[in-house]
């Protein structure tokens, strides 16, 4: 007879993941075109952030404790937390939020499709994840695509050369997040526990940070559009690191890093049609690489899926 571990995963259980990839993709996209609304609203980047993630962070508190499920607070697991909101949600978010109205939301959604490749190499050399030939295609497939752009970014006439490297920073730092949080990942510790336990850590250094010199987090003087904005930012983050918990835990490391690709796909389109933003140089072969690159990779996944090996390694906490 054969054993349970050796059956085929049911469709729903090899759907899920893609599904997830396309929700959260969809909110990192979203998340992207407000951040260019709300600096048309004078609302200034680094208090459009923490108002949000402390948002975000009341939304999902309430949530864990409706669910009885509140993150824990052992020094391994705030070590976890602030470690996992430097990299994933301050430092990155930051860097893209502030560079929006330098380069388009357009040109720092697609740099958003960076981290697959560093995730990639990563979770190989960390032996996170199997070497699978049509995943690896994929995932230079979709660095291309990133590649493209920012070359054609660069080459521009009047490319602003500081703020475009300086995206390319922010992919870094995802990447380093979505390893991190599935080799650190604390034992016994659900997703719902961990995204507001990392959105509370994310918290707490923004507002540390607005006390430095030059940091404000005070709103324009007609601020309804500024805090209406801020509503639905929190809205979306709530949603969407809830979802980046579950789609890690389920899908690997390197599945999560196409949030990104997924994001763009979606956020180009609605910066270009529905906020008249010039199209970046290169878009159209940009878009077209990383749509393959996200076929491929998501082929792979749900063909590892299927035999029984895509779940990521059991993980230890460090304690």
């Not at 990639?120 to 699978?132: C, K, S």
Request: glycine share 8%; net charge positive.
């Amino acid at each position: 007879m054969r054993s349970s571990s050796s059956t085929p995963a049911r469709p729903s259980s090899r759907l899920l993941p893609l599904f997830l990839l396309f929700i959260g993709g969809a909110l990192l996209g979203l998340s992207s075109n407000l951040a260019k609304q709300a600096g048309e609203a004078r609302l200034e980047p680094f208090a459009f952030l923490t108002w949000s993630i402390v948002g975000a962070t009341a939304i999902l508190l309430l949530v864990a404790a409706w669910r009885r499920s509140l993150p824990p607070m052992q020094s391994y697991t705030v070590r976890y937390y602030f470690i996992a909101a430097f990299v994933g949600v301050v430092g990155s978010n930051f860097i893209f939020f502030a560079a929006i109205p330098h380069v388009g939301a357009s040109f720092v959604a697609l740099m958003i499709t960076l981290p697959p490749l560093l995730t990639y190499v990563g979770a190989l050399i960390l032996r996170m994840e199997a070497f699978q030939f049509i995943r690896a295609v994929g995932v230079m497939s979709a660095l291309t695509g990133a590649a493209v752009l920012a070359a054609k970014q660069l080459a521009a006439p009047e490319a602003n050369v500081f703020w475009t490297l300086l995206v390319l920073l922010g992919p870094v730092l995802l990447a380093i997040g979505n390893i991190y949080r599935t080799l650190r990942w604390p034992a016994g510790v659900s997703a719902q526990a961990l995204a507001p336990g990392m959105l509370i850590a994310a918290t707490l250094m923004l507002l540390l940070a607005a006390l430095l010199p030059g940091q404000s987090l005070a709103l324009p003087p007609d601020g309804s559009q500024a805090v209406a904005l801020i509503v639905m930012q929190a809205f979306v983050f709530a949603a969407q690191f809830h979802i980046l918990f579950l789609l890690q835990k389920i899908g690997g490391p390197v599945l999560l890093s196409l949030l990104g690709s997924v994001g763009a796909v979606i956020a180009v389109p609605v910066a270009i049609y529905l906020q008249n933003e010039a199209p970046p140089p290169g878009l159209f072969t940009s878009v077209a690489l990383i749509a393959i690159g996200v076929g491929l990779v998501a082929c792979g996944q749900a063909k590892a899926t299927a035999r029984g090996s895509a779940k990521p390694k059991p993980v230890v906490a460090s304690r």
